[in-house]
């Protein structure tokens, strides 16, 4: 995904590595899965972090961050604060903006808040209907990531994942990857809650849905201490400045 994604993300417990993982073949009767396939079609070949304009809300344990991004903007100048002062940022803060506003020189600009299908992470023959009702359709699957370490791959394990996507408007609503049990990824380590979501919306003469929330909460234990995390991004007065259009 898209650098200023991944740097938002680095900075609340480095929930990106989960994000951006390639999507494989599914499962279930063919009609079961229509709505998910076409949900997951509705991509944009060409989604650049230059085309967005929005303000960010983060919300955590250090507290509150606002901030505004416009991609029309020279590269350094993208992000600008909005609250608090950055003379008053507390160091947990200023080191979440700093991780926020600093690029990574070997990473390529690849995308930016339009829901792509590289978002929808799950074993090959997993993905089966769950829910469905007259508006939505909701399915389970088992994710999968692209692990460069053996611990990643081990906290994976213990994940579940669920996608609602629209009926009649093809389009996906709602991702959320959670741990439906306590588990240990390791031997120092017990995760006793996780869950992590992003939630899209459509807006007008858009091609695919745009993400407006994202939302993460870990409780467990480690070294004989107990630890809880959570944190809330939302995205609001978007606009986009590109040429994708329905």
């Known amino acids: 995904r ?14 990106a590595s989960l994000m951006s993982l390639p999507v494989h073949a599914q499962t279930g009767p063919a009609g079961e899965l229509e709505a998910f396939e076409a949900a997951l079609g509705r991509a944009v070949a060409q989604d650049n972090d230059a085309d967005w304009r929005f303000l960010l809300t983060f919300i955590g344990s250090a507290g509150e961050i606002v901030a505004r991004f ?19 940022l507390t160091e947990e803060q200023r080191a979440i903006w700093d991780d926020v506003i600093t690029s990574d020189d070997d990473e390529e600009d690849e995308g930016g808040l339009f829901f ?7 074993l090959p023959g997993t993905v089966n ?9 909701t399915y389970r699957f088992q994710p999968q990531l692209d692990a460069d370490s053996e611990e990643d791959a081990a906290f994976a394990e ?5 996608i609602t996507v629209g009926r ?13 049990e306590s ?38 234990s480690a070294a004989f201490q107990t630890f809880q995390e959570g944190f809330e991004i939302g995205f609001s007065e978007i606009e986009y400045l590109g040429n994708a259009a329905r």
């Open 70 to 88: 416009d991609g029309a903007q020279p590269e350094s100048d993208r992000w600008t604060l909005v609250s608090p002062l950055e003379a008053d």
């Open 158 to 162: 213990y994940l579940r994942g669920e």
């Open 2 to 15: 898209d650098r200023t994604m991944k740097h938002v993300f680095a900075a609340a417990l480095g929930a």
């Open 183 to 220: 588990f240990k990824p390791n031997f120092a380590i017990r995760v006793n809650r996780f869950e992590l979501e992003q939630e899209f919306a459509e807006m007008a003469d858009l091609p695919a849905p745009v993400l407006v929330r994202i939302t993460q909460n870990i409780e467990g």
């Open 116 to 122: 792509d299908s590289e978002d929808a992470l799950f």
């Open 168 to 180: 009649s408007e093809p389009g996906v609503r709602h991702l959320r990857l959670y741990a439906p």
């Open 129 to 137: 209907l769950h829910l469905q009702d007259a508006d939505d359709v």
